[in-house]
């Protein structure tokens, strides 16, 4: 995919139309991918597809490597004989341009639960076979992730070092008493892992049959509530007792914020890792490249050095960098994979030591227009200042409002600057100049978030960063994608600018 010239769009499943209330893996992802190939695109990026908690963000999830229960269709399960037409026939009126996650946690997974049930009393030998394949395939996180769940909905949804102390240092016989209580939750649990699995993989294969490459995302860090943290203490640094972090990843002071910014995160103990050949990340790695084509490695830099702030501390101001063993781990996962097909995500204050890590590497870098217009002409993200084509380059991203609510939310000064640079703003809007902008650029790869292609402006924003509500919510209207002449100009532009697949 970085050797040739190409294009996508940025679209996390949950945007996705459908008659549950949030965007999934039924027929609409497939019509989606049919709008991708039809427009000459050769890439979906998503977002990361884990289990969430509360706030909804894909960026904290239970599990590095479990799918998200929420993204199962049930009309594929309708179509297993898991489900039936009597079963949706009391779903309430869902809105129809963003997810009310209360309402869909609320409605779906009672119909999850009833497909386990199902699935358990009346799945047929060959069903039953192939999820017992499934489950010894993956046993290797996912009997810790059932178990994990299980507990946690025993414990009303507790974090897990407050769990009873037996549990939560998963003293052997606690392991097996609470896994033999817990059962038929620990059944549950896996029958919708092996869901999410099945649905996802036909999906990408589809995808991949009509030239479209899935583009993923890995945030480098977990959450401390996460099955990754309880079943592997040893690889994170954590306060012995409590179970807290004791070193809390973030960033330091900025020109953005005073105070830095405090995630709350563990931050790994490189040094056990390094002792183990770094077992857990490549797993981790290996196991994402069964959904995804191509990933992004959120906070790149955390590999090369990384701020950690001791625990207590209620900003990130009093953390110090300490260096991370990135050189030896991308080499260790060289030489098991071979080429890697890793994007690092470059943002923000880098240093030639970061820059020489990715550059090693061939990772490409990320490049963002609505970041060019801000200060002089050597601004690394204009695009004429890109120093080769190994890079993507994008309107905006998941964190950034959209192009056309990003150009009005600039003072008439600054909209003339980015106008002066364009020479014109094209007929089309301001958001099709951008989107020509990227795929114009020497970038082998350009991607757009889909509410540019639609040219929505702040109500289409998908994420506003340090605000907890409202976030992850934006879904495009079920007949947005049938308008004929949007789907032609993005093919045709794609094909101007040398972008369009060779066939």
């Not at 012995?240 to 020109?255: H, N």
């Not at 857990?280 to 084509?293: A, F, Q, S």
């Not at 056309?404 to 007929?427: I, T």
Request: aromatic share 14%.
């Amino acid at each position: 995919m970085f050797d040739k010239r190409a294009s996508g769009i940025l679209l996390h499943p949950t945007s996705l139309p459908s008659s549950f209330g949030i965007g999934d893996l039924g027929e609409s992802a497939y019509d989606f991918v049919d709008f991708l190939a039809a427009s000459s695109q050769q890439v979906w990026q998503i977002l990361p597809i884990g289990p969430t908690g509360y706030g909804n963000s894909p960026y904290l999830s239970y599990s590095a490597l479990a799918g998200n229960p929420l993204l199962i269709s049930p009309e594929k399960l309708k179509e297993d004989n898991l489900l039936t037409e009597e079963d949706f026939n009391s779903l309430p009126d869902y809105p129809l341009d963003r997810v009310d996650y209360d309402l869909v946690i609320a409605t779906k997974i009672p119909l999850l639960a009833k497909a386990s049930d199902r699935f358990k009393q009346q799945g047929t030998s060959e069903q039953l076979k192939e999820f017992q394949q499934f489950c010894d395939r993956h046993n290797e996180w996912l009997d810790d992730y059932a178990l994990f769940m299980a507990v946690k909905e025993a414990n009303n949804g507790a974090s897990w070092n407050t769990w009873d102390a037996e549990i939560a240092k998963r003293e052997p016989e606690a392991m097996v008493e609470w896994a033999t209580r817990l059962q038929d939750a620990i059944f549950y649990h896996k029958f919708l892992q092996y869901q999410f699995f099945s649905q996802w993989t036909k999906l990408k294969q589809y995808a991949n049959s009509q030239g479209v490459e899935i583009f993923g995302d890995i945030p480098i860090y977990v959450a401390h509530d996460s099955v990754d943290v309880w079943a592997h203490p040893e690889i994170f640094c954590l306060d012995p007792k409590t179970g807290e972090p004791a070193l809390m990843a973030g960033v330091p002071p900025d020109y953005f914020s005073a105070t830095g910014q405090l995630w709350g995160n563990p931050v790994y103990n490189w040094k056990k890792l390094e002792e183990t050949n770094f077992h857990w990340w490549i797993g981790r790695i290996e196991g994402m490249l069964e959904y995804v084509d191509i990933m992004r490695i959120d906070h790149f830099r955390g590999f090369q050095a990384y701020w950690a702030v001791p625990e207590g501390e209620e900003t990130a101001m009093n953390g110090k960098w300490l260096e991370a063993p990135g050189e030896a781990f991308f080499q260790l996962l060289q030489e098991d994979l071979g080429e890697l097909p890793i994007v690092a995500e470059d943002l923000g204050v880098i240093t030639p030591e970061v820059e020489a890590l990715r550059d090693k590497f061939d990772f490409p870098g990320m490049k963002i227009l609505h970041f060019a217009f801000d200060s002089d002409r050597v601004n690394p993200f204009l695009p004429y200042n890109y120093v080769n084509r190994n890079c993507v380059v994008y309107t905006g991203t998941h964190d950034n409002n959209t192009t056309v609510g990003w150009f009005y939310d600039r003072s008439l000064e600054e909209q003339a600057r980015v106008v002066d640079y364009l020479g014109c703003v094209s007929p089309k809007g301001i958001h099709w100049s951008l989107i020509n902008l990227a795929l114009s650029s020497v970038a082998n790869t350009a991607i757009f978030p889909l509410q540019d292609i639609f040219g929505l402006g702040t109500e289409g924003k998908m994420n506003t960063p340090s605000q907890a509500e409202g976030n992850w919510e934006w879904r495009y209207h079920p007949d947005t994608l049938n308008d004929r002449g949007l789907r032609e100009h993005l093919k045709y532009v794609t094909y101007l600018y040398g972008r369009a697949p060779n066939k």
